[in-house]
C-alpha cells in the first residue's frame, strides 16, 4: 500500500514570494491533516479536512496561508506571502476516518522550506 | 499549557541497553488517545503504538513495550536491547478523539552507541 506522498521535498525562496506544497494521502483516508514542524519541536496541526470540507483551521495563520482539497482526495497548502519564520518543516498526514477508534495518522515525509 | 510533555531532550546508550522514554499528558477529557512516533533522519514520522484510556493493560510487542499509568497521567516507551538502527526522535501525541488533531510533546531524541 503506497503512502503519503508529498512534492516537493525541499524548497528555498526568498521571503515575500510563494510556494505550494501538495500531498496526496493514502487511498481511502477521509481525513486529512497539515502539520507545521519548526526545528527542535514538535508538529502542530494547522488545518484538518474532512473529504473536501474543513474541520479545524483554527491555528492557520490566515492571512498568509491558505488550504484546500477540492475533490476529497489530495491537497495543497500555500503560503503567501512568506516570511523568515515560516522556514519549518510541512508534514501531511492522512487517518482512515475522523470518529472511527483506528485514527493513528500516517505521515509523508514532508516539506523541508527554508525562507531567506 | 502544554498538553504533552517529554522532560527527556536528549538520550544516550549503548546498543543493547534497555531505554525508557518519559511522556506526561494532560487531559480533562476521559477519553482520549495516545501515540508514541518515531522520526528517524530522513524525517518522516512512523506510527509505533497506540494506547486508547479506556484500556490500561500494558503490553509488549517485540522489542517495544509501554507503561501507560492514568494515576500519574504518563505514557512511558522502553526500547529493550537498543540497537543503532533506533536512533532517531520520538515524539509522544495525544488525541482528545478519534480523528482530532493530535497534539505532540517535543520529542526525545535517542541516540544509540554501538
Known amino acids: 500500500e503506497a503512502g503519503v506522498a508529498q512534492s516537493p521535498r525541499y524548497k528555498i525562496i526568498e521571503k515575500r514570494q510563494s510556494v505550494a506544497f501538495w500531498c496526496n494521502p493514502i487511498?481511502?483516508?477521509?481525513?486529512l491533516y497539515w502539520y507545521q514542524q519548526i526545528l527542535g519541536q514538535g508538529p502542530k496541526l494547522l488545518i484538518q479536512?474532512?473529504?473536501?470540507?474543513?474541520?479545524?483551521d483554527s491555528q492557520l495563520p490566515k492571512d498568509r496561508f491558505s488550504a484546500e482539497r477540492l475533490k476529497g482526495v489530495d491537497s495543497t497548502l500555500k503560503i503567501q506571502p512568506a516570511k523568515l519564520e515560516d522556514s519549518a518543516v510541512y508534514l501531511c498526514?492522512?487517518?482512515?476516518?475522523?470518529?472511527?477508534?483506528?485514527?493513528?495518522?500516517?505521515f509523508g515525509p514532508g516539506t523541508r522550506l527554508t525562507v531567506l | 499549557a502544554q498538553k504533552v510533555t517529554q522532560a527527556q531532550t536528549e538520550i544516550s546508550v549503548v546498543e543493547k541497553e534497555d531505554v525508557t522514554l518519559d511522556c506526561v499528558y494532560e487531559t480533562r477529557d476521559t477519553t482520549y488517545y495516545l501515540f508514541w512516533y518515531k522520526q528517524p533522519p530522513s524525517g518522516e514520522l512512523v506510527f509505533l503504538i497506540r494506547r486508547n484510556s479506556f484500556d490500561e493493560q500494558n503490553e509488549i510487542s517485540g522489542r517495544y513495550s509501554w507503561n501507560f499509568q492514568k494515576s500519574t497521567s504518563s505514557f512511558n516507551f522502553t526500547i529493550t536491547a537498543s540497537q543503532v538502527v533506533d536512533s532517531a526522535v520520538y515524539f509522544c501525541?495525544?488525541?482528545?478523539?478519534?480523528?482530532?488533531?493530535?497534539?505532540f510533546g517535543t520529542g526525545t531524541s535517542l541516540t544509540v552507541i554501538p
Open positions: 501525541a495525544l488525541s482528545e478523539a478519534p480523528g482530532n488533531q493530535f497534539y
Open positions: 479536512f474532512q473529504n473536501n470540507g474543513v474541520v479545524d
Open positions: 498526514a492522512s487517518s482512515f476516518l475522523a470518529g472511527s477508534s483506528y485514527n493513528e495518522q500516517f
Open positions: 487511498s481511502g483516508h477521509a481525513t
